[in-house]
């Protein structure tokens, strides 16, 4: 059941319409029993995965509270048995392919074994969301949760189930204990993030991918320029496939009268690749961030122990986001870029006070957003090829180190859109930057929902756009959010 589906747009009024109904004591049974008819409606069997996921936490949660002298030892169980089911899922045939081919090229001809498994929906994130849990309960930050049926919701919660956010049991957890009621003015505050969301999967992120997917499907049939407009529309296809669904999470939550947290903000208006990934999947970075970067020593140490730090935590992201070497580049890379940024930090600032120019300088505030730009392109490549031989490729021809196969003459190529769409999706995108563009000095949702008839147009302008150039544009073909394969 897709956020985009006309099953989800029956689905979300009629939860909510019997969360409200309901007597208070029914409504998180409610939600648990909702939570779990909609991740089955993907792969049923999947379910008592996430319910022994869930078990495991729990249990181990309890024991930790009321055997501290061995909370070691549950919280290494929780860890080891939630990472082992990870493991066996998403990368027991990325191992044993590795194997293999360390074996192969010691002329040893012996084949590892693979499994022929389902990637179940979502795992990375409810794993992720639940191993939190642990490890808050570890340190003291909370408090065991002792009703199960509550903690199963809190893994399970299905606006932010599938990709997220992955929530923090301080954050959530509590909310399952108010008493929401009923207000008008949640299902309105909910509408705007939910309606933006759907406008920025169907309108911008969907028709990107027929770009994208044309192009890297066979990245030796087209020029350098064509790679690097596809890659261009890679960076703004996965950023709107992404956040639209946290925003329809966000929306479908707010509607219930949870609140979930931000995940992004306005991304490609960082300065830095360390700016930006405190702006991209917030989530998860500081997830990161706070189980295993700090952990690890953080800032804390000398500057090459910082340096690896950066690079031990951007490659298990990469590995996190796919059990492929071009994911593990791309995590690394992103690392490289930090450690670079913090080696030169001295010389660039030497030459920015010698150039007489202030922080907030115009012209270096836009150079900065290019060259960040620039640079989180060039991982994506890795990101989004097929291969590591297919993102090699790319780059090689971009930057001019190879010729293009890519034949002239077929340069007109349309490379899956036409031009009206072209035009179209060009200016959502212009809308998209203005939108984010003021939305990094001034809390543009909170402003607009104060209003009457900016806001109606608004709902109306969206839902227009979602009609005539969604589901019911020219050519439109229904995708998948791209972060459910993680």
């Not at 990161?288 to 952990?295: E, G, H, I, N, S």
């Amino acid at each position: 059941m897709n956020f985009n589906s006309l099953q989800y747009y029956l689905f979300l009024p009629i939860v909510i319409v019997l969360y409200y109904i309901l007597p208070v004591k029914l409504r998180n049974p409610l939600l648990l029993i909702a939570s779990y008819f909609f991740y089955m409606c993907w792969q049923p069997a999947y379910a008592l995965l996430m319910l022994t996921s869930t078990a495991i936490t729990y249990f181990c949660g309890i024991c930790i509270s009321r055997y501290p002298e061995r909370k070691k030892i549950w919280l290494a169980t929780s860890l080891i048995l939630n990472l082992a089911i990870l493991f066996f899922f998403k990368y027991f045939n990325f191992v044993a392919s590795l194997i293999t081919d360390i074996l192969s090229a010691a002329n040893l001809n012996v084949t590892a074994p693979s499994l022929d498994v389902l990637l179940p929906v979502g795992i990375s994130f409810y794993t992720f969301q639940a191993l939190g849990y642990t490890i808050d309960v570890y340190r003291g930050d909370i408090k065991a949760e002792k009703s199960f049926h509550i903690y199963a919701l809190f893994v399970s919660f299905f606006p932010q189930l599938v990709a997220g956010p992955i929530e923090r049991s301080r954050n959530l957890l509590p909310q399952f204990r108010e008493t929401h009621r009923f207000s008008f003015d949640n299902i309105r505050a909910g509408m705007l993030p939910f309606l933006w969301g759907l406008f920025k999967k169907i309108v911008i992120a969907d028709q990107l991918a027929v770009i994208v997917n044309t192009v890297y499907a066979a990245p030796e049939n087209f020029l350098p320029y064509q790679l690097v407009a596809a890659t261009i529309a890679f960076a703004f296809q996965i950023y709107c496939d992404f956040s639209a669904y946290s925003d329809i999470a966000r929306g479908s939550a707010i509607m219930l009268g949870f609140r979930l947290m931000r995940n992004f903000n306005s991304p490609y208006f960082a300065t830095s690749v360390k700016d930006f990934w405190r702006r991209w999947h917030i989530s998860l970075s500081t997830w990161f961030r706070d189980y295993l970067y700090f952990p690890l020593g953080g800032n804390r140490c000398s500057k090459a122990r910082h340096c690896f730090n950066l690079l031990v935590v951007f490659a298990v992201s990469g590995l996190w986001h796919g059990a492929a070497l071009t994911f593990v580049i791309w995590g690394l890379l992103n690392g490289i870029y930090q450690v670079i940024s913090l080696l030169t930090a001295p010389i660039r600032k030497k030459i920015q006070t010698a150039c007489h120019l202030r922080d907030n300088n115009p012209l270096l505030t836009i150079f900065r957003y290019g060259i960040t730009f620039v640079l989180i392109c060039i991982a994506w490549v890795f990101f989004r090829a097929d291969s590591l031989g297919d993102a090699t490729y790319i780059l090689s021809v971009i930057l001019g180190l190879v010729p293009s196969a890519g034949d002239l003459g077929m340069a007109h190529l349309s490379m899956g859109l036409d031009a009206s769409n072209k035009i179209m999706v060009i200016v959502a995108m212009v809308v998209l930057l203005i939108v984010d563009y003021l939305g990094l000095k001034h809390k543009l949702a909170e402003q607009i929902d104060k209003t009457i008839i900016p806001r109606y147009v608004i709902y109306f302008l969206l839902i227009a756009a979602i009609l005539i150039f969604g589901s019911y544009g020219v050519g439109y073909d229904p995708q998948d959010f791209v972060y459910f394969q993680f």
